[in-house]
């Protein structure tokens, strides 16, 4: 049974950058991507964007020039950079894990708030 | 970029009763659609992939069905434990974009 544990800072201000890490507990690291997902508080659920083991990206296209995802396969852990953050920033972030079924494993989530 | 339409965004439906939700692709995805369920202050759950294939553990009155662009999730016999937000995703490539999601209630 995968587990993804994730961790970082839970309160930013403006014009700060996000940043959280998302480590991954049993199961094969190789041959999956490896998500980040947002969710705002009340609203729907936002895919930020992927890294594989080999550390091909993919991001969301309204993200995609604050966003950088890395990933660590020493200790399979994978992260996320979110640049200039503002309010509307404020979300649950979950890291995940996708394969060939769908986002089949999710992290905890992590509440980050963006606030002066 | 292929975009997701769920329809309705909220339904309120009896206890016993069937609740459809349909999901539409701006473009073809073949089968590759991924239903979840979220319930309050949880983390999502996978319900459906291949757009019809139950994934192990979801009871059978979960059903989904579709290809190409339409795509439906069929709850038979809502449950009060059913009350959730449900969510349509493609999978198959990025952007792995989901529908903006179904509010489902009890009346």
């Known amino acids: 049974q995968v587990q993804l544990q994730q961790w970082g800072a839970g309160l930013l201000k403006p014009s700060e950058t996000l940043s959280l890490t998302c480590a991954v507990f049993s199961g094969s690291f190789s041959g999956f991507n490896w998500t980040w997902i947002r969710q705002p508080p009340g609203k729907g659920l936002e895919w930020i964007g992927e890294i594989n083991d080999s550390g091909k990206t993919n991001y969301s296209p309204s993200l995609k020039s604050r966003v950088t995802i890395s990933v660590d396969t020493s200790k399979n852990h994978f992260s996320l950079k979110l640049s200039s953050v503002t309010a509307a920033d404020t979300a649950i972030y979950y890291c995940a894990k996708l394969g060939v079924i769908g986002t089949e494993y999710w992290g905890q989530g992590t509440l980050v708030t963006v606030s002066s | 970029d292929i975009q997701m339409t769920q329809s309705p965004s909220s339904l309120s439906a009896s206890v016993g009763d069937r609740v459809t939700i349909t999901c539409r692709a701006s473009?073809?995805?073949?089968?590759?659609l991924a239903w979840y369920q979220q319930k309050p202050g949880k983390v999502p759950n996978l319900l459906i992939y291949g757009a019809s294939t139950l994934q192990s553990g979801v009871p059978s009155r979960f059903s989904g069905s579709g290809s190409g662009t339409d795509f439906t999730l069929t709850i038979n016999n809502l449950q009060p434990e059913d009350v959730a937000t449900y969510y349509c995703?493609?999978?198959?490539?990025?952007?792995?974009?989901f529908g903006q999601g179904t509010k489902v209630e009890i009346k």
């Open positions: 473009q073809g995805i073949s089968n590759s």
């Open positions: 995703q493609k999978y198959y490539s990025a952007p792995r974009t």
